[in-house]
């Protein structure tokens, strides 16, 4: 006798099975202590399968034994038939395909239900209103706008929908959908996107802090030309040797930000970046405000910038990057998510990288809203933040009555001539190429370094 089956003997349990699976449901023939199911049909062999006690079924092989079983029962002419077919598959079936408990009434309702085509069963609550068409262009949308959070997307979403090649019933779906929503929506996509941010700042020495001041980040500024600037390494993993830096900037009244590239990290550099920003914002520079690495505490920054060309400049408070919370934010936002966290040794990409910034540039301050903070307040442990309205850089300085009309002029003359679309199309062209170059000469180092 095997171990797996029962102490009962064969031929009776047989004699019974054959009893109630006889003119096409079913036989028992087989080894001492085994169960074999055999079905047929006009004396035609359809299904058998040989119950040893032992096995491991799959929910599709079950699936099948009781489609085949319900055959029988569901014919059956009497209740007392049917109760007596209940209790043998209780007692020997059930036992032999894994199922070692289940209640009469659940058995019941399984051979019921066996011959019967599964219903989808409908979920509860309200149909959902936007199909999965809707949530792909969405997150098309947030990918070619540079994964804003939803309260911006929804505010350029009005623009950027008229240029924006999808369907009618397309467009009025995501102009109707709620910030709430499309955080539900983006909500994998975010979690794809999210990486680590590298910070390779080397701190001044006291000496040369006295030359500049300290500055006061209570202070709000309501006219353009207070810029921030910080820069961001591109590293990759590994902190030695020579690469590249952007050198960014962004205005605290607008948020209007640029970057520009540059090789290696020192004054002279970064101080030039700073000077051509000067032509490059569409305002003047009135302040200058960045944390204590070495690139811009120093002598030179102080003779250029503040000696020569009239820019207050001033520090933030050492071991507090929260002073220069905007540029840091930017960091991310205006950097980070376009070019990532890849390492750039080759200086012969600088150029490139410079182009790059240009277009991204255009998008980011004529077609992307910003939002900022109106007041934050403290009520018992939760902080209640406040922002204003989402509004691109563009659209802030076009609405600040401090600014000169003349300037007004030519920003809405060069808006004009933009189309986000292809200024994307253009950006994913440059990237597509930077990348390409830049993974070459990062493999060819790797070989040369034996990595």
């Not at 809707?134 to 939803?150: E, F, I, N, T």
């Amino acid at each position: 006798m095997r171990p797996n089956c029962p102490a009962i003997r064969v031929t009776e349990i047989d004699l019974e099975m054959n009893r109630f699976f006889e003119g096409g449901a079913g036989g028992g023939q087989g080894s001492t202590g085994c169960l074999v199911i055999t079905v047929t049909e006009s004396g035609t062999k359809l299904w058998s399968i040989t119950l040893h006690g032992g096995e491991v079924l799959d929910q599709a092989t079950k699936d099948e034994i009781f489609y085949n079983l319900a055959w029988k029962y569901n014919f059956l002419p009497t209740k007392r038939e049917k109760i007596q077919f209940l209790c043998e598959l209780e007692s020997i079936v059930l036992p032999r395909i894994g199922i070692h408990s289940m209640h009469r009434k659940s058995l019941i309702r399984k051979l019921r239900s066996a011959l019967c085509p599964t219903k989808e069963r409908r979920t509860r609550g309200r149909k959902s209103k936007y199909t999965d068409i809707d949530k792909m262009h969405l997150v098309r949308l947030w990918q070619l706008a540079g994964y804003p959070c939803s309260k911006r997307l929804q505010a350029l979403l009005p623009e950027w929908l008229g240029q924006y090649k999808c369907g009618d019933l397309v467009k009025r779906s995501l102009l109707s959908m709620s910030a709430s929503q499309m955080d539900e929506y983006l909500r994998q996509a975010r979690h794809e996107h999210l990486k680590k941010v590298n910070s390779g700042t080397v701190p001044a020495k006291n000496h040369i802090k006295r030359l500049i001041r300290l500055r006061d980040p209570s202070v709000r500024y309501a006219d353009p030309g207070y810029i921030e600037s910080d820069t961001v390494l591109h590293c990759g993993d590994k902190i030695f040797g020579t690469y590249s830096h952007t050198v960014s900037a962004t205005d605290l009244a607008s948020g209007w930000t640029e970057g520009r590239g540059i090789f290696g990290k020192n004054a002279e550099l970064v101080v030039q970046r700073l000077t051509e920003y000067g032509s490059v914002l569409p305002f003047k520079i009135v302040a200058l405000f960045f944390d204590n690495g070495i690139e811009y505490v120093n002598h030179l920054l102080v003779q250029e910038l503040k000696d020569r060309q009239g820019v207050d400049v001033a520090r933030g408070r050492s071991g507090r990057s929260n002073d220069q919370c905007h540029i840091e934010q930017k960091n991310n936002t205006f950097v980070r998510q376009l070019f990532g966290h890849v390492r750039i040794e080759d200086p012969n990409l600088i150029p490139l990288m410079n182009e790059i910034y240009e277009v991204w540039g255009n998008l980011h301050n004529y077609f992307m809203p910003q939002q900022k903070l109106i007041s934050k307040d403290r009520v018992g442990s939760k902080v209640i933040k406040k922002y204003d309205k989402p509004k691109t850089p563009y659209q802030r300085i076009i609405e600040n009555p401090r600014v000169e009309e003349s300037v007004k002029e030519k920003l809405r003359a060069t808006k004009a001539t933009l189309n986000p679309f292809l200024l994307q199309a253009e950006l994913q062209k440059k990237l597509a190429l930077f990348h390409r170059l830049n993974d070459a000469y990062n493999e060819k180092r790797k070989l040369e370094r034996g990595w």
